[in-house]
């Protein structure tokens, strides 16, 4: 397989995988939420939405590596 197909695929996978992992977050989040209309303050991760968060994080990155070897390969 050539490289330029493969850094497309890992570009393509990674951005469904990043998508998914922001749709999981905000899960819990009301529409309020968006608007500052919310009145709790939740600052430390616990758990699943602490994973979800580092996985995020990761996808992200893995993303942006993707696009930038995609340019310098293509």
Do not use: P
């Not at 819990?28 to 968006?34: N, Q």
Request: proline share 0%.
């Amino acid at each position: 397989m050539e490289l330029g197909v493969l850094l497309t695929i890992i570009t393509f996978v990674s951005a469904i995988l990043l998508i998914l992992l922001i749709l999981l977050q905000q899960r819990g989040a009301s529409l309020g939420a968006g608007f500052g209309g919310s009145g709790e303050l939740n600052i430390e991760r616990r758990g699943l939405e602490k994973s979800l968060y580092n996985a995020t994080i990761v996808m992200a990155f893995i993303f942006v590596l993707s696009i930038l070897a995609t340019l310098i390969v293509g």
